[in-house]
């Protein structure tokens, strides 16, 4: 195939989505079909910038892709189109207008790091949802962020008129360009009206006006880099939307308004980790009470009391906690049992002392599980287990008292 020359409508200031165009030739393009355009205003992904889509003689336009030698490809959908077709092309404006608004903002944004902290962007890339920037700054507080966000959107709103200037390299080496391009031959270079010099064969706003919002929504330290999170535009504004409404259900939430949710929020946090501790020193308290209310309530064995409780609900925790306080009261042994929401829980535990060597809280356990469908063990002066049968927790504190006597 001879290669051809494609007149660049995407190049046009003045924005042509809709054109008239001559299939040149129709080509494969990795098993879908593409046609070579005489002219095109389908911008092709390149320069951190993605293709357009849109219509072509009826067909879709799904990909634009430039190859090598600066073809362009038009990657299609639909009815087969044949060289020599004059075709009626349309490019989705919506989609455009998107990528024109983050690419010009990039533009804007690379420009404001450069003129408030000499910091050079070193990549850039368009997502679907968010576009980021490599900056070479070391510290991206944020008051310089806030501070480049600022410088942005003053730019914005002032409204500067965008121009193209075709140079050739001496002409280009007149300008202050904020970055040199590796290009030969002609340079395209946008200027942001006496804010920015640039190179570029992406797509631009004509007025700075039209990228709308620039927001930084996130930045991220890497080496000595900041990678900086950005949206423009219809973006910013659907961003702005959606961090809205969480602000705004989060504070419903607390019955508060939304600006009044983040200090409330986190004196409640506070509130709570000292309602915590409050209730780990009362359980305390009541565990040392309910300790010895039990051990005076026993019955009485040979030498030692035994205890044999049930307390439904109680987390494995709790009846650790209170087995130590009974122990601690004399010469006991206490076989505590729960059934916490269907499980079965089961503590046990004696005192030092001569009459109750030879009682084992490990064998004892064993023994219990066994109703329980559960496993456990421990050793000959504290146990504990549980299993999956909570019905069977009666039968279990039985087994263990018989073995006990
Ligand atoms: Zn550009």
Request: negative net charge.
């Amino acid at each position: 195939m001879q290669p051809t020359m494609t007149e660049r409508l995407y190049f046009d200031p003045d924005h042509t989505l809709a054109f008239d165009a001559r299939v040149t030739h129709v080509v494969e393009h990795e098993g879908r079909p593409a046609v070579l355009l005489d002219r095109t205003s389908f911008y092709p992904t390149g320069g951190g910038q993605p293709n357009d889509t849109g219509r072509l003689g009826g067909a879709e336009v799904v990909d634009v892709v430039e190859e090598e030698e600066g073809r362009i490809l038009h990657v299609l959908a639909g009815p087969k189109i044949a060289v020599g077709d004059e075709v009626a092309c349309e490019v989705d404006a919506d989609r455009r207008r998107d990528h024109m608004q983050q690419h010009t903002g990039q533009h804007i944004l690379s420009a404001a790091f450069e003129h408030l902290f000499d910091a050079e962007t070193r990549g850039f890339r368009m997502g679907v949802e968010l576009s980021e920037i490599d900056v070479e700054l070391e510290d991206p507080s944020d008051a310089r962020i806030a501070e480049v966000e600022s410088l942005a959107n003053a730019v914005v709103f002032s409204d500067l008129p965008l121009r193209i200037h075709t140079v050739d390299r001496e002409g280009a080496a007149r300008l202050p360009l904020r970055k040199q391009s590796e290009r030969e031959g002609i340079l395209r270079i946008i200027e942001i009206d006496g804010f920015d010099w640039s190179p570029c064969g992406g797509t631009h706003a004509r007025r700075t006006g039209e990228v709308g919002l620039i927001a930084v929504t996130s930045v991220e330290r890497a080496k000595k880099m900041a990678r900086v999170t950005f949206v423009c535009g219809g973006r910013a504004l659907a961003d702005y939307r959606r961090a809205h409404r969480t602000a705004l259900e989060t504070a419903r939430v607390f019955s508060t308004g939304r600006d009044d949710a983040p200090p409330l929020v986190g004196r409640l946090v506070e509130e709570n980790k000292a309602l915590k501790r409050r209730v780990r020193e009362l359980a305390e308290i009541a565990s040392e009470v309910e300790g010895r209310r039990l051990f005076e309530g026993a019955e009485s064995w040979e030498g030692f009391r035994l205890v044999v409780v049930r307390l439904d609900g109680r987390s494995a925790d709790e009846l650790r906690l209170l087995a130590h306080k009974v122990v601690a009261q004399g010469p006991v042994v206490v076989l505590l049992a729960s059934d916490e929401g269907g499980v079965a829980r089961l503590v046990f535990a004696r005192s030092a002392g001569e009459a109750l060597v030879t009682v084992d809280c490990g064998n004892l356990l064993r023994a219990a599980c066994e109703a329980v469908n559960g496993r456990g063990g421990g050793k000959p002066d504290f146990a504990q287990g549980g299993g999956p049968n909570a019905a069977g927790i009666d039968a279990a504190l039985a087994a263990a008292k018989a073995m006990v006597g």
